[in-house]
Structure formats: structure tokens, C-alpha cells
């Protein structure tokens, strides 16, 4: 994947994008959740890694620390999976008020990827000349 050019700090390999990512990984936890019904935090590691969300990778930390918040919050609930070989899994799954925040997360992301899609096109329109 190209590099972009980061006009903020003046270098390709800068980061500063991912910084806004915290944001984004709740809701890709929440859905994957919803449609998954049940998941482990690895597997939810790299599906939200597949959603696409940012250039950058996330790393697993940053979604264990989403699930710990979020089941703090009631958000989801975990129970340890000792099914099957090898050690003993942590498996997530999401509760009504998960659910409710995750509708809550669709109506703003639907409204900011309006403002977003409006933003692009106004940058796109011929200017009306510099003034004198």
C-alpha cells in the first residue's frame, strides 16, 4: 500500500492518522460482535484489522483494552472458553446495551460520513479566483 504524504507533520511514515483510530475500533469490535454472536479476542483482532478501517494495523492491546472498557460498560460479556486443546480462551459476546450503543455508533458514523462525502466534494469545486 502507498505511502501518503502527511501535510500535518511533513513525512510519509507519520502516524497521526491512527491516532484517531481508538474512535473506530469500538464500533468494528461491536458489530463484529452483533454478527459473530460469539468471538475471541484474536479472532476479533484481525477482523477488525480486515474492516479496513485505517491504513494503520491495530493492535491487539488496543482491542483487549476496547473489550475490558466495553465490559465495564456492560457492553459486552466474556466467559472462559476451556473447550478444545490448548489454553483456555476468553469469548466475547455482546449484550442489549452493547447493541443499543452499537446503533448509536451507526447513526453518527452515517451522519459524519455524510459531512465527510460533502467536505470532498467542496474541496474538488473550482475555487472563485484569489482575491486582489
Known amino acids: 500500500m502507498r505511502q501518503r504524504h502527511c501535510f500535518r507533520h ?29 468471538s475471541h479476542g484474536y479472532d476479533l483482532a484481525s477482523k477488525v484489522n480486515a474492516e479496513g478501517l485505517s491504513q494503520y494495523p491495530v493492535e491487539p492491546g488496543a482491542i483487549y483494552r476496547c473489550l475490558r472498557q466495553l465490559e465495564a460498560q456492560g457492553c459486552v460479556q466474556s466467559e472462559w472458553d476451556t473447550s478444545g486443546s490448548g489454553p483456555a480462551k476468553r469469548g466475547y459476546v455482546l449484550t442489549d446495551e452493547g447493541d443499543m450503543l452499537l446503533r448509536g455508533w451507526a447513526e453518527v458514523l452515517a451522519r459524519r460520513g455524510e459531512a465527510m462525502v460533502r467536505f470532498a466534494k467542496r474541496c474538488s469545486r473550482p475555487t472563485g479566483g484569489v482575491p486582489g
Open 10 to 38: 511533513g513525512h510519509a511514515d507519520c502516524g497521526c492518522e491512527a491516532r484517531n483510530l481508538p474512535r473506530l475500533i469500538e464500533p468494528a469490535v461491536l458489530l463484529l460482535l452483533k454478527e459473530q454472536g460469539s
